[in-house]
């Protein structure tokens, strides 16, 4: 029941080439969505994840980066804010794009769809894509530290986190100019304040009128980003290997953001962004200080107090991961991302605690079903009740419950000495439940 219709909510949500986060409130491709999407896709459908991540490639720019929203064309100007006549750009290939980017999260979801499905020349074709994104990251947002920073809030992922709001105090606001188009669809006590977008606005067009070159008043090394930055690499190490590539200066690149994360932005059992400008911590509570967790070189005695953390001040033995630590100032169960929890963030994480704290990686697959069954395949959901918040029918969400699913059943046949898994009429060796990218 729960894998039917989270294939429904995929197959409503397809648009041509990729899938939009939900019809209503996000009708465009956005970018860590795509790569969460194809993961799920490679389940059931591994053409079509394939073809997700391909066409997000497709408006990546000269430069290298792979911008975070791709407007469809067929969409209305109006429909959202910032529409592309805001943002002003358009790809090489012509698509109209925002000029800011998110979390590389695609160079492991591309080999997690070449796994599910092997093929090769998916691989040789997206490499110099995936290597140019990483190029532009160290190129344009490298700090002293070794550490990638994000000019952005919209960057991390998690827009309105708390992590944001002593950067964000310094940046002057800008009216808005346009009606939001969120709260025609969610409640605005589920959403960023009017006072958080004057500053997003004004950020953005900031740096827009940089010609999307230089950074601005926010610079936030963020260990999201730097995880999933170091995790890329890993992955991209493998891939290297099936294309006849060297792999070696990816493991090394990789080594060297995990070192640099564990000596700039690690402490009290868990990681935190730093401000660029300021040089200070922001220790906020934000769940983004376990992702670290997908790192395989972290050491053990940081793996442990990171699954500690998790464990004892985030509460995930209930089932599910707040995106804010449930003691913290500001927890809020519904307001974006400020304590609600949403299927991709403890995906990430139950990914990480698999490799080191098995235990406590459970709990979070079974909560992960339960909140879906529950709720639906909501946007995010209060981490206690377990009721939904925000979109209904939203893709990543229906997509890494499969994922949860697809790898329950993996597990169950390795536990039983099996070693081989029928997928759909496709041979999955279980060899590569264990695989260090997202394992």
């Not at 290297?240 to 995990?258: K, M, Y």
Request: net charge neutral; charged share 20%.
């Amino acid at each position: 029941m729960i894998r039917r219709d989270a294939v429904r909510v995929l197959v409503a949500n397809w648009d041509a080439d990729h899938t939009v986060p939900s019809r209503r409130l996000y009708p465009h491709q956005w970018s860590w969505d795509s790569a969460f999407v194809a993961i799920g896709n490679a389940h059931w459908a591994p053409r079509r994840a394939r073809t997700e991540l391909l066409a997000l490639f497709g408006a990546q720019w000269r430069d290298g980066r792979v911008p975070h929203i791709v407007f469809n064309p067929a969409v209305p100007e109006g429909a959202y804010f910032p529409g592309p006549a805001f943002w002003g750009v358009r790809a090489p290939a012509g698509a109209a794009t925002s000029g800011i980017v998110q979390p590389p999260v695609h160079a492991p979801a591309a080999w997690r769809v070449h796994l599910a499905d092997p093929d090769p020349a998916f691989l040789r074709r997206i490499y110099p894509r995936l290597v140019a994104q990483q190029e532009f990251l160290r190129a344009a947002r490298r700090s002293a530290r070794g550490l990638v920073s994000i000019v952005h809030p919209w960057e991390s992922g998690m827009d309105n986190s708390p992590a944001w709001d002593e950067p964000l105090a310094a940046v002057p606001p800008a009216p808005l100019g346009a009606r939001r188009r969120d709260l025609a669809h969610v409640s605005a006590d589920e959403r960023p304040t009017d006072a958080d977008y004057e500053r997003y606005i004004s950020l953005a067009a900031a740096y827009r009128d940089t010609g999307y070159r230089r950074a601005g008043a926010f610079q936030v090394e963020d260990p999201l980003f730097n995880a999933a930055y170091g995790t890329a690499e890993t992955a991209l190490a493998k891939i290297a290997g099936v294309c006849g590539l060297d792999p070696e200066p990816h493991r090394r690149e990789a080594a060297a953001v995990t070192r640099a994360m564990v000596e700039h932005l690690y402490a009290d059992g868990l990681f935190h962004a730093r401000d660029v400008l300021t040089g200070r911590l922001l220790r906020s509570g934000s769940a983004a200080g376990l992702t670290p967790l997908l790192l395989p070189g972290l050491p053990a005695e940081v793996a442990a107090e990171l699954a500690a953390t998790a464990a004892d001040r985030f509460e995930i033995k209930r089932g599910l991961l707040p995106s804010l630590a449930p003691g913290a100032p500001g927890f809020d169960v519904a307001r974006y991302w400020r304590g609600p929890s949403w299927i991709n963030l403890t995906w990430l994480v139950w990914r990480g605690l698999r490799r080191y704290r098995p235990d406590l990686a459970a709990p979070l697959a079974d909560g992960m079903v339960r909140a879906v069954t529950q709720a639906g395949m909501r946007e995010y959901f209060d981490p206690f009740a377990f009721t939904g918040h925000g979109s209904h029918d939203f893709s990543w969400s229906a997509a890494l419950v499969l994922d949860v699913l697809a790898q329950d059943r993996l597990d169950r046949l390795a536990a039983s000495g099996g070693q081989v898994a029928q997928q759909g009429g496709r041979q999955a060796e279980v060899h590569h439940v264990g695989d260090h990218v997202f394992a």
